[in-house]
Nanobody, 125 residues
């Protein structure tokens, strides 16, 4: 079992930056690939980024590629999402999530079994 607690959301102007964090506990953090998924009001959840257990491989949705960076610090059991050049369409609740142990990173949302509570990101124009 994995417990995930997010922080770092808030209000930022278009073009600005924000860094989200997700602290994991319960199982060995380094054994899990991790991902970020977001949900805008009235919309379905959307894959944002994923990273392998080692941090060597990262994958991004086309909508955020070149602007967002996913990373992890296994010594701190923490997942990060550095968001830059933010746009109003990035406004959403952002969730960190983990698939079952030993699974590779994936953009398929149904493959994620553990979820944080979500943190609100609002980008104003």
């Amino acid at each position: 079992q994995v417990q995930l607690v997010e922080s770092g959301g808030g209000l930022v102007q278009a073009g600005g930056s924000l860094r989200l964090s997700c602290l994991a506990s319960g199982r060995t953090f380094s054994s899990y690939a991790m991902g970020w998924i977001r949900q805008a009001p009235g919309k379905e959840r959307e894959f944002v980024a994923a990273i392998s257990w080692s941090g060597a491989n990262a994958y991004y949705a086309d909508s955020v590629k070149g602007r967002f960076t996913i990373s992890r610090d296994n010594a701190k059991n923490t997942l990060y999402l550095q968001m830059s050049s933010l746009k109003p369409e990035d406004t959403a609740v952002y969730y960190c999530a983990a698939p079952v142990a030993d699974n590779p990173p994936t953009p398929i949302i149904s493959h994620y079994d553990y979820w944080g509570q979500g943190t609100q990101v609002t980008v104003s124009s």
